[in-house]
């Protein structure tokens, strides 16, 4: 398998995109997150306040109807960035999905979307 074919098949091109993911601190040592989420042709603009990144984007794919439960979080760091790899679960489907991102955080929201499409997509 080729890297492309690898990253073709682990990332999909499902009906959810992350176009931008904030995160500040908020009370008891929580963070708000703001996401900006393209969904099919909506463009959403979604908050959560959890105790991390991972928990905010599980609450806000939860909120558009694309739970995903994480079962395994695998994650690298290559020479430049980081690679996540999630084994997700949704009514006892699971899929492996992969993302990158200039930090753990960004790889793992990353890979959590494309976890949702793997999972929430035909296929």
């Known amino acids: 398998m080729t890297w492309k074919d690898f990253t073709d098949h682990y990332t999909g091109d ?5 176009d931008a993911f904030h995160t500040s601190p908020a009370r008891g040592d929580m963070i ?12 959403l603009s979604l908050h959560a306040t959890a105790t991390g990144p991972v928990g905010a984007m599980t609450s806000i794919l939860h909120d558009i109807g694309a739970p995903v439960a994480i079962v395994e979080l695998r994650q690298r760091r290559t020479d430049n960035a980081f690679a996540t790899y999630l084994l997700c679960e949704h009514n006892g489907t699971r899929r492996w999905a992969y993302g990158t991102g200039r930090t753990g955080d960004d790889a793992n929201v990353n890979a959590l979307v494309n976890g949702a499409n793997r999972l929430h997509t035909a296929g």
């Open 32 to 43: 708000d997150c703001r996401a900006t989420l393209v969904v099919d042709d909506d463009l």
């Open 14 to 18: 499902g009906h959810i995109r992350l």
